[in-house]
């Protein structure tokens, strides 16, 4: 397993000035979610591609809301919505 690490891509984090603006454009004030959780989503979003594999349950809902969420390859895409509108 630990010679798999090096197969891993690298991501740039985001500021917390990206985190907020993306805090803002997403409204997403109001919802329980940590700040290292919204700025490992905002990270993930700008790396085309990129998907989050959690077992950590609200992140993993974020991460399916914003469509980065871990999918097999055998699994269909979904997709969900937050404030009624998507995303």
Same mark, same amino acid.
């Given at each position: 397993?630990?010679?798999?690490?090096?197969?891993? /891509?690298?991501?740039?984090?985001?500021?917390?000035?990206? $985190?907020?603006?993306?805090?803002?454009? *997403?409204? #997403?004030?109001? !919802?329980?979610?940590?700040?290292?959780?919204?700025? /490992?989503?905002?990270?993930?979003?700008?790396?085309?591609? $990129?998907?989050?594999?959690?077992?950590? *349950?609200? #992140?993993?809902? !974020?991460?399916?809301?914003?469509?980065?969420?871990?999918?097999?390859?055998?699994?269909?895409?979904?997709?969900?919505?937050?404030?009624?509108?998507?995303?």
């Amino acid at each position: 397993m630990l010679n798999t690490i090096g197969l891993l /891509l690298p991501y740039n984090q985001a500021s917390q000035i990206e $985190a907020r603006a993306f805090i803002e454009r *997403k409204r #997403l004030c109001g !919802l329980v979610c940590r700040l290292e959780n919204i700025m /490992l989503l905002a990270s993930i979003r700008v790396k085309p591609g $990129a998907q989050l594999w959690r077992l950590d *349950k609200p #992140l993993a809902s !974020l991460a399916q809301h914003f469509d980065v969420a871990y999918r097999p390859l055998s699994q269909p895409g979904y997709f969900t919505t937050l404030h009624g509108t998507r995303l």
